[in-house]
Nanobody
């Protein structure tokens, strides 16, 4: 079982940057596909970015392409989400989640970190 803990959220102005971290304990995060999700008040949870085990293959939802970057540090067992050119519509609780490569469901979740972007 892997436990995940997010950090790095905060309140920023539009155009600013943040870097979110997802740290793992229990098992190395290098064994898992990792994704970042976000959920804004009154909205459904949205998958924002995904990174595979190698770190070479990534996915981004269209609304963040060119602004967000997902990466992993296998030595620190941490996955990052770099958020640049933030917009008020990026305001949400951001969660990281992990799944084994042969599973379709993300079974491990962190507690979330709040990102608030003001105009």
């Amino acid at each position: 079982q892997v436990q995940l803990a997010e950090s790095g959220g905060g309140s920023v102005q539009a155009g600013d940057s943040l870097r979110l971290s997802c740290a793992a304990s229990g098992r190395p995060l290098s064994m898992f596909v990792v994704a970042w999700f976000r959920q804004a008040p009154g909205k459904e949870r949205e998958k924002v970015a995904v990174i595979d085990l190698s770190g070479r293959n990534t996915y981004y939802v269209d609304s963040v392409k060119g602004r967000f970057t997902i990466s992993r540090d296998i030595y620190k067992s941490t996955v990052y989400l770099q958020l640049n050119s933030l917009k008020p519509e990026d305001t949400a609780v951001y969660f990281c989640a992990a799944r084994a490569p042969n599973n379709s469901d993300f079974g491990a979740w962190g507690q979330g970190t709040q990102v608030t972007v003001s105009s």
